[in-house]
Structures are given as C-alpha cells and as structure tokens.
C-alpha cells in the first residue's frame, strides 16, 4: 500500500468518540434570614461575621455572604440582599408590639397587672424614633393604639385601657407605618380565640414594613384535654403570617405558677418565630432584660442556599468561634412554583 493510501486510510478510519465529561450543577438562589443572638445574661452579640454562623437549610449547607446588625430600621441593603427579593423601606427606629392576653382569674390578674407596669416602664428605655402599638385579647382582639412616638398615649393604653376599657377608638387617619390601613376590625371582633387574634394582627403586620418585635403578655395558648395540649385550627395560619412580617414573638407569662398546661402553647409561638418564652412571677428583672437584650437588635443574614422545592423546609443556625444563643425561626418557606 503507498504512502497516500496509508495516510487516507487513518485520516477517514472510524474514530472513538471523545471521553462524555458529567457535571454536577447545583442550582443556588439568595435568602435572607432574621436572627437574635444573645449572651448567658440575655445581651444581644455584636461584631458577628459570616465565618462565625453556620446555617443549614433542608439539611443542606448554605454559604453565609453577609452578616448585618439592625439596631432601628434597615438601611439599604447591598445589591446581594436585593437578589434576594427584599428591599426594606422600614421606617426610623424599631417597631414593637404590646399584645395583652386578658383575664380576670385570680392566678392571671396580679401577673398581667404587674405587667402592665412593666411595659410602661419598658417604654422610657426605648429610643425616640422607636414606635408602640398596643393591643389586647379577651372576647376580642382590640387595637389601642397603632405604631406611634407618642409615649403618654401608650403610656395611658397600658395604664388604663387594657384594664378598664371598653371599645377603641376608630381614627379617621393613619399615619404610616399604621396597622390600621390593613386591621381587619370585623375579623378582630369575631376572634374567640388568641390563636385566631394572633392570624388578624399577623395578617396586619403584612403590610407594615421592616422586622417587628411582638411582646405577647399571655396566660396561655391551646386547649387542654385528656389527650394533651392542642393549638386551635388557626394557629397554623398565623405561625405563616407572623413569619410573613417578619415578627418575632416574646411571650411573659403572666400566670402565678411553677408550671401550667397552657404555657406549652406559649412556648411554640415563641420558637416557631425565632422569639423566646419566659415566666415572669419569680424572675421579672431578668425576663425583662432578657427582654430589652433582644429587642436592641437583630442579624440580617444573606445566604446562598440550594434551590429547593416549595414548602416548610429545616433551618438550623449555629455559632462557630463565638458564644451565644441564636434565636430564630426553625423553618424557612418557599413559596411559588
């Protein structure tokens, strides 16, 4: 065979085909999450950074991009937070909630009237620009007043309408941020329940931009029967919502006792929103600067995690390198497709 016919017969010889490279592709999107962290005496943790929490979601490792401390309202976010599809237009200082749980019984009333006392006093540490709404639940859930600078009339909602009022005023204006625009009063009228008061004020919150800090002076959540403790059918609905608003829930025990069957309610709506729970007839001082620690601030927390299907999904965060306890939720919700 000639040289050509050598060299014609390799050009056009069947060829192997090249080595099939697989690639793993791992889609990720950007969330963020909202956490408290506090020290053994309950004072907020400053100066945290990504390389000090650890986040898994699903089970699944997520990168921790930014770590951001909020004292008042939020300023403008970076462009990852952005992506992350939350822009905050919170307004200046913080936006706390005072939700009372009333009843008559003698084991709740001495508790819910030191209370009362306790909030007025929780008020002189707040900061200027920070904003109270007050509200409460018997029959019905009541709105007092809506967020405002104005101390002296939360002072005098605390101080004289929890007890002895009758009906709230409707005002005839809202000034923004206001529950108002968005408070439905025949719904909150038709609350037999505080697991159905809560779903109303969750579904309020909605609309008021930026974190939110409820404090639930309560006596207890639930029902008690031969089978155990069981939160009412619209529990569920206002876990949703209050997460929806970024609200995260305190709940003071009021009643006088070591132990009640009713606090297991209190303690769920406090974890399940990244809050705490705490009795208050022994150790009120330190509920209360328990209390004040975690109303200093939060962490905003931009994660790269795994895309993941739609629905309630594990959220596990931990410190590494730093001390502290970390209050947050323990679930995070994809919605849509």
Same mark, same amino acid.
């Given at each position: 065979?000639?040289?050509?016919?050598?060299?014609?017969?390799?050009?056009?010889?069947?060829?192997?085909?090249?080595?099939?490279? #697989?690639?793993?592709?791992?889609?990720?999107?950007?969330?963020?999450?909202?956490?408290?962290?506090?020290?053994?005496?309950?004072?907020?943790?400053?100066?945290?950074?990504?390389?000090?929490?650890?986040?898994? #979601?699903?089970?699944?490792?997520?990168?921790?991009?930014?770590?951001?401390?909020?004292?008042?309202?939020?300023?403008?976010?970076?462009?990852?937070?952005?992506?992350?599809?939350?822009?905050?237009?919170?307004?200046?200082?913080?936006?706390?909630?005072?939700?009372?749980?009333?009843?008559?019984?003698?084991?709740?009333?001495?508790?819910?009237?030191?209370?009362?006392?306790?909030?007025?006093?929780?008020?002189?540490?707040?900061?200027?620009?920070?904003?109270?709404?007050?509200?409460?639940?018997?029959?019905?859930?009541?709105?007092?007043?809506?967020?405002?600078?104005?101390?002296?009339?939360?002072?005098?909602?605390?101080?004289?309408?929890?007890?002895? &009022?009758?009906?709230?005023?409707?005002?005839?204006?809202?000034?923004?941020?206001?529950?108002?625009?968005?408070?439905?009063?025949?719904?909150?009228?038709?609350?037999?329940?505080?697991?159905?008061?809560?779903?109303?004020?969750?579904?309020?919150?909605?609309?008021?931009? &930026?974190?939110? /800090?409820?404090?639930?002076? &309560?006596?207890?959540?639930?029902?008690?029967? /031969?089978?155990?403790?069981?939160?009412?059918?619209?529990?569920?609905?206002?876990?949703?919502?209050?997460?929806?608003?970024?609200?995260?829930?305190?709940?003071?025990?009021?009643?006088?006792?070591?132990?009640? /069957?009713?606090?297991?309610?209190?303690?769920?709506?406090?974890?399940?929103?990244? &809050?705490?729970?705490?009795?208050?007839?022994?150790?009120?001082?330190?509920?209360?600067?328990?209390?004040?620690?975690?109303?200093?601030?939060?962490?905003? #927390?931009?994660?790269?995690?795994?895309?993941?299907?739609?629905?309630?999904?594990? #959220?596990?965060?931990?410190?590494?390198?730093?001390?502290?306890?970390?209050?947050?939720?323990? /679930?995070?919700?994809?919605?849509?497709?």
């Amino acid at each position: 065979m000639s040289a050509i016919a050598v060299l014609l017969a390799a050009v056009f010889a069947p060829q192997d085909p090249p080595p099939v490279r #697989l690639r793993e592709r791992v889609d990720v999107e950007r969330i963020l999450v909202q956490a408290r962290v506090v020290d053994s005496r309950g004072q907020p943790v400053l100066h945290l950074r990504p390389e000090h929490v650890e986040v898994t #979601l699903a089970g699944r490792a997520a990168v921790v991009e930014s770590v951001f401390w909020v004292e008042g309202a939020e300023p403008p976010l970076p462009e990852e937070a952005a992506e992350a599809g939350v822009a905050p237009a919170a307004p200046a200082g913080r936006l706390v909630v005072f939700f009372f749980q009333k009843d008559l019984e003698r084991s709740r009333i001495g508790g819910l009237m030191q209370m009362t006392r306790e909030a007025a006093s929780l008020l002189e540490g707040l900061a200027p620009e920070d904003r109270v709404a007050v509200l409460s639940f018997d029959s019905h859930l009541k709105l007092w007043v809506d967020f405002t600078r104005d101390r002296d009339a939360a002072r005098h909602a605390l101080e004289h309408s929890i007890l002895f &009022g009758s009906r709230p005023a409707v005002p005839r204006s809202f000034h923004p941020p206001a529950l108002g625009p968005s408070f439905d009063r025949v719904a909150a009228r038709r609350a037999a329940t505080p697991e159905t008061a809560l779903l109303v004020l969750g579904e309020a919150l909605k609309d008021v931009p &930026g974190a939110k /800090s409820l404090v639930f002076f &309560g006596w207890g959540l639930g029902r008690f029967s /031969s089978t155990g403790v069981h939160l009412e059918r619209d529990y569920e609905p206002a876990r949703r919502a209050l997460l929806e608003a970024r609200t995260s829930v305190f709940t003071l025990d009021v009643t006088n006792a070591d132990y009640h /069957s009713l606090e297991v309610g209190l303690e769920q709506v406090s974890y399940d929103t990244g &809050g705490f729970y705490a009795k208050t007839h022994l150790f009120q001082a330190q509920a209360r600067r328990r209390l004040e620690g975690a109303l200093a601030g939060h962490y905003v #927390l931009v994660l790269e995690a795994p895309r993941l299907p739609p629905g309630r999904h594990r #959220l596990r965060i931990r410190l590494t390198g730093r001390e502290g306890t970390v209050l947050a939720p323990p /679930s995070w919700e994809r919605h849509g497709s």
